[in-house]
């Protein structure tokens, strides 16, 4: 068999006027009339027109994102401030309301973000009866005030900057305050001190106040009639500290002119002892004392002002 060449079969390749233009048909033209220019410009500007919406987008959210993270500007949030209308003043002891608008320092007017409420409690608490304070916003326009007092337990003459002397208060604590606002009848029933000196000559600070004041209240709550006779607490020979040997607290009162307590020693043991030996002599026709002595262990030695001196 004989594979014949290409002539004599029917080919493909062009040949004379056969081209590939007419091969892949007749190209068609543009068509370049104004209608058509116009809509191809429309279309154009509407693509245009997307893409720089795209980009001013982009362009913000971006924009947006950098001043976040490079922001150093910080964000205040505040709360509108109304003027303060009300102060409202609670205490647990005998401050009048008169004395709060003596030394608060309040301007009229004055919002209630104004007002400095730590500044103020530190200057409530500088008062020496204010024991402590508290000072809180109650909005919308309200400024509450809450004192607690100290409690006096007693007085004392102290001379002041005049030369004239002063009556003031000693509270348990040891502080020594001007009292304001006290029934006169209360100041009455409170014994004054002779207060400890230092070998430095002074008598501040008061170390040991509650160690007195636990003697008086016992004395006030189980022999009242016996401490209203009370006049003058000596702390001569106590110095507060209990450590030390012989720490007495000495009593003056209008029934017996000197009665020694252990200032470490049982209270209760010490006033029963008193009041047997008061009642004993009573008994007895009442002969006058000059000083009994609850110091001693296990007994009390009394000295009478005839000069016989007896224990019991």
């Given at each position: ?15 004379g ?38 980009v001013?987008i982009?362009s913000?959210?971006s924009?947006g ?11 205040q ?6 003027p ?9 002891g ?5 004395w709060?608008?003596a030394?608060m ?12 409420i ?8 500088a ?12 909005f ?11 409690t006096?337990?007693l007085?004392i003459a ?19 305050y ?14 004054y001190v ?15 106040i ?28 106590y110095?507060g ?9 000495e009593v ?6 000197r009665?020694?307590f252990?200032?470490?020693?049982d ?19 009442n ?15 009394v ?10």
């Open positions: 068999m004989m594979i014949g060449s290409g002539k004599d079969k029917g080919g493909t390749a062009a040949s006027e056969q081209s590939w233009r007419e091969l892949a048909g007749p190209r068609k033209k543009r068509i370049n009339s104004p209608q058509a220019r116009r809509r191809r410009q429309q279309k154009a500007l509407k693509v245009l027109g997307i893409l720089l919406l795209l001013a982009v913000a959210i924009w994102v950098v001043s976040l993270m490079h922001r150093e500007e910080k964000i949030i505040t709360t509108p401030s109304k303060i209308e009300r102060i409202l003043f609670d205490t647990d005998v401050l009048p309301n008169q709060l608008s030394v320092k309040y301007q009229p007017g004055m919002t209630m973000m104004d007002a400095d730590h500044t103020l409690k530190l200057e409530l608490e008062q020496g009866q204010v024991k402590s304070a508290s000072v809180a916003r109650v919308p326009s309200d400024l509450k005030i809450t004192i607690e007092e100290h006096p337990s007085r102290a001379v002041g900057a005049n030369g004239e002397q002063e009556l003031k208060l000693v509270a348990r604590d040891g502080t020594v001007e009292g304001v606002g006290y029934p006169k009848a209360m100041l009455r029933n409170l014994p002779q207060p400890y000196r230092s070998p430095e000559g002074k008598y501040l600070p008061m170390r040991g509650e160690r007195v004041a636990d003697l008086l209240d016992y004395s006030r709550q189980n022999s009242p009639k016996l401490y209203a006779t009370w006049q003058v607490v000596s702390l001569e020979h110095s500290d209990l450590e030390l040997p012989g720490q007495i607290i003056r009162s209008s029934w017996v002119p009665i020694i252990s200032a470490g020693g209270f209760g043991q010490q006033m029963d002892r008193l009041n047997y030996i008061l009642s004993y002599v009573q008994e007895r026709g002969p006058s004392i000059e000083r009994i002595d609850l110091s001693l262990r296990g007994s009390a030695a000295q009478f002002t005839s000069g016989r001196i007896g224990t019991f």
